[in-house]
């Protein structure tokens, strides 16, 4: 990682300009005196109509051979008793995207200003500085790995910290986290947006076995399509047997040392490479967003990334149920009857509700050889979802209430929401078949409910498991200001911070 710490004399940065967050109605200087300090020629005036409104960006400019750096970058953030962390989150964006219009090379965080933000929800008092930086790295995302010319033709800032006096210990933890969080989210982005020409089931394992291999605390497994029949895993079997991409899951076993004896977390993420459908083909508007559909074992991958970087104590296994579901002389036809690992029959009705059917038998072969204390999994599940809820927020279902809220608060404070969704018992009574114990669908309506429903059917009683449907927040058709239009490696972080806190 290269350095981002500047020392704690400004004389020392050379930056191209420094970004300092300011409240709305509130005197620069008397809120920042440390700004003096570093920029000694900031003058009252100056500063007359830096107004600090939400969103708003003012530059200042310092006389010639200002040693600091010659201007200082102004994110408004609204009033102080309305702050949240996603307003800080946008307003740091902002800056920093203002910064890279203007071609700038190095930009640096002025800390003193963003230490002392108390933003609602914070669950620590380092917490706002951790957002900046995390928000600071996102905003210059962008995939243009497969462009022979880069959209803007310009070069991302170099993002730094600025303080004022030797930073803690702890200070750099955060930082520290902030930026390997950054980078693990990218990671799953990237997965995302690459096309499935690019990445089949066969470059997930290759990503897979590379980070395994760059950590020895995890231990790798890859059971291929030979395995899954072996497992009688005939639901998992079914989605992929119409592409000559043949589905895997690929399973990552994070032990660190003393944690031999621990259950795991398991997480388990929906990797449909390509979704279109199957002979119950999807319609051609849109069908290209399928390439995310991968979405799930791409936040799994990330978040596993993302434990083993910070070293965590705790046992996390990742498995990533990776297929691609096609049509094809050899595809399930609507109607089949398969039988799954767990030896409940599915009649599978409608060919294009395949994730259920790769995670059912993910989630059969979790408890059957993993005794997970708990497990959730992740997944690009259902169309319903974005109906009910839009692309902002994820669907939860668990029925555990606690882990519920403790998991949609840490959600908010990362800026990946969540909310509540119900798993009635009333409604299972549609995904009984006719000619199997049950069928892949319910009805229309209610639809990620259902889909929930199907995977529950598959949890041993008594045992802890959440079900997280992030068909909206994973890809997104248009930017928003925090996120580009594409993969957006939604739940990296909640995953983490859940494990983190757990
Ligand atoms: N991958 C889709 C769900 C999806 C839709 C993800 C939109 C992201 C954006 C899933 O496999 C699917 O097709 N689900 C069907 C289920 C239906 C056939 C019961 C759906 O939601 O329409
Ligand atoms: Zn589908
Ligand atoms: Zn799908």
Redesign the pocket.
Known sequence: MTKVWKTENPADWQLDAVLCCVHEGENVLDANPELLKAFPWLLKTALMDVRGEKEEISIIYAPENAEAAPRIVFAGLGKRDDLTLDGLRRAVSAGVRRAKALKLQSVGLFVPAFERLQPKRADHALRPLEEAVVSAKLSLYSYDALKSKKDDQIADPEIFLAPVATPSAELKDFVKRALLAAEAVCFARNMVNTPANLFGPDQMEEAALAFAARHPEVQSTVVDHHGLQSEGMGAFLAVGQGSPRTPRLICLDYCPAGCENEQPLVLVGKG?CF?S?GI?L?PAAGMH??KG?MGGAAAVLGAMQLVAGLGMKKRVVGLLACAENMPDGKATRPGDVVTTMSGKTVEIL?T????RLVLCDTLTYAQKYYDPKLMIDVA?????C?IALGDHAAGLFTQDRHLAATFTELGEVVGEPYWPMPLWESYKEPLKSDSADLGN?GLREG?AIFAALFLEAFVEPGKAWMHLDI?GPS?LSKRTVLNPAGGTGFAVRTLVEYIRNC
Do not use: C, F, H, Q
């Open positions: 449909l979704d459908g119950s999807k967003e399928m559909d409608n294009d509700a395949e994730g690009t599940l259902t169309g319903a974005v669908i639809g068909a890809y």
